[in-house]
């Protein structure tokens, strides 16, 4: 079991800066591949960005490229997504996901089911 914990939300002005935390415990050293995803009220869950811990390689959304960067601190066992240039429409639920499955390119980790463990998440919300 891997256990993750979300943390670094909050309420922030457009064009604001957030960073949030994902603190991965239990059995870490399974854990192929980290992902973000946020879901806001009434929409489904969205893909934001994903990094594989051997390699380091990230993939992101089209949605999210260029504002947001994902990172790892394999010391703290800790993901990171750097928010930039947020905007209203950046309020969410943000959640962590990690997966151990080791599947060949990005696709599977794009999706809830590539991934095996989720956080409670945290709240972001974005005022104009």
């Known amino acids: 079991q891997v256990q993750l914990v979300e943390s670094g939300g909050g309420l922030v002005q457009a064009g604001g800066s957030l960073r949030l935390s994902c603190a991965a415990s239990?059995?870490?050293?399974?854990?192929?591949?980290t992902g973000w995803f946020r879901q806001a009220p009434g929409k489904e869950r969205e893909f934001l960005a994903a990094i594989k811990w051997n390699s380091g390689s990230t993939y992101y959304a089209d949605s999210v490229k260029g504002r947001f960067t994902i990172s790892r601190d394999n010391a703290k066992n800790t993901v990171y997504l750097q928010m930039n240039n947020l905007k209203p429409e950046d309020t969410a639920h943000y959640y962590c996901?990690?997966?151990?499955?080791?599947?060949?390119?990005?696709?599977?980790?794009?999706?809830?089911?590539?991934?095996?463990?989720w956080g409670q998440g945290t709240q972001v919300t974005v005022s104009s």
């Open positions: 996901a990690a997966g151990y499955r080791t599947y060949q390119g990005w696709a599977r980790f794009t999706l809830e089911d590539g991934y095996a463990y």
């Open positions: 239990g059995r870490t050293f399974s854990t192929y591949a």
